[in-house]
């Protein structure tokens, strides 16, 4: 990585904003504060927004977040068409669905709006029967927990899939079975 650390903490963020302002490659800085959301310090927009990400991608030495992309995963198609999303209030109440990152998945059942049960977890920031308040789920993007209640008391908000975004989301029938499939490497959205 460029910064040579990782970002671990809120001070982390502060220091990637003066190095971005201050690099000759960006001309433009990034907020601590828009950082700090990225990295799941502060709640705030789950998604960053594109420009964001290409001032990222500039500071890494690439052209664009599609470059960026393209060179960590060569077969992938481009991201301009939009970014895969599933909104939380558009599922019906029941509905589960399946969410894969990092080597880890999740299965999710909607109980209204934006509140979920998690039926199987084997990511272990989330037990089994968790209920969890997310907004939107976006391929290649991590998902924001707004809200985690375990065993009847409220914890703190929490980020998944970090550090490479979500790499699949999956709705289930009835029987469990995939039906719809949002990947990476789709450009279309669901189905």
């Known amino acids: 990585m460029r ?4 970002i671990r903490y809120p001070s982390d963020c502060e220091r990637l904003s ?17 950082l700090k959301r990225m990295f799941g310090f502060v709640s705030g ?3 960053p927004r594109l420009s964001t990400l290409d001032i990222l991608a500039k500071y890494l030495g690439y ?6 992309i393209k060179t960590l995963d060569p077969d992938r198609k481009s991201m301009q068409p939009g970014i895969r999303q599933l909104q939380a209030s558009d599922l019906q109440k029941e509905t589960r669905i399946r969410l894969f990152y990092e080597e880890k998945h999740l299965c999710l059942e909607c109980e209204g709006e934006t ?3 998690v039926v199987k977890s084997t990511d272990p920031k989330l037990w089994t029967d968790d209920r969890v308040t997310i907004l939107s789920f976006h391929v290649d993007n991590p998902v924001f927990v707004r809200r985690l209640i375990r065993k009847g008391m409220e914890t703190k908000d929490l980020v998944l899939a970090k550090v490479s975004g ?16 949002v990947r ?8």
């Open 3 to 6: 910064l040579g650390y990782e």
């Open 18 to 34: 003066y190095e971005i302002a201050s690099s000759t490659t960006t001309n433009q800085p990034i907020g601590v504060t828009t």
């Open 45 to 47: 927009q789950t998604t």
């Open 63 to 68: 052209r664009n977040y599609d470059e960026l």
């Open 115 to 117: 509140e979920f049960r």
């Open 166 to 181: 979500l790499e699949r989301i999956e709705m289930e029938d009835q029987t469990g079975s995939a039906t719809n499939t």
């Open 184 to 191: 990476t490497s789709d450009t279309t959205g669901v189905g």
